[in-house]
């Protein structure tokens, strides 16, 4: 019995089991790395305290570069010395009124090659604003810290 075909050989055609293997680790790969439960799903009740902290919108941070640039709020603009003041005046401000119960903060993060003038210029100007200061060191062991004062 001898069979005949009339399709001749083609060495042009795409070999699709590559792609179709890709496709599949990239659909096992966006499967696992998903959020499957959204947060908002889950029935989560916190515990009450009877200490009311303050939330953390009411710290305002400021950091300073190696080259004296200033960047100021969780949105990092750009400031310069001599707006500091009163963009640090009407954040402290603004947390006061939306949070009337909790003193605002100003932490401060500077780099150690920042000459000692502009910090402590920076530092005074901060402090004319709002008493209550965090400074952001490294300590040894590369933790970062904060140490506040009064």
């Known amino acids: 019995m001898n069979f005949e075909t009339k ?86 401000d603004k947390i006061k009124r939306r949070h009337p119960n909790a003193s605002p903060s100003i932490v401060l993060n500077v780099d150690r090659r920042v000459d000692y003038g502009s910090f402590l210029k920076l530092f005074s100007i901060a402090y004319e604003c709002c008493p209550k200061l965090r400074l952001i060191y490294q300590t040894e062991d590369t933790t970062y810290a904060l140490h506040q004062s009064r």
């Open 7 to 92: 399709l001749k050989p083609s060495f042009t055609l795409i070999d699709l089991t590559p792609l179709v293997d890709v496709i599949l680790l990239m659909l096992i790969f966006f499967i696992v790395t998903s959020d499957i439960l959204p947060l908002k799903s889950l029935n989560i009740e916190n515990p009450t305290l009877a200490q009311d902290s303050a939330p953390l919108t009411t710290q305002i941070l400021v950091v300073m570069d190696a080259q004296n640039v200033i960047y100021m709020g969780s949105k990092k603009d750009i400031v310069d010395m001599t707006t500091v003041k009163e963009l640090l005046s009407e954040e402290v």
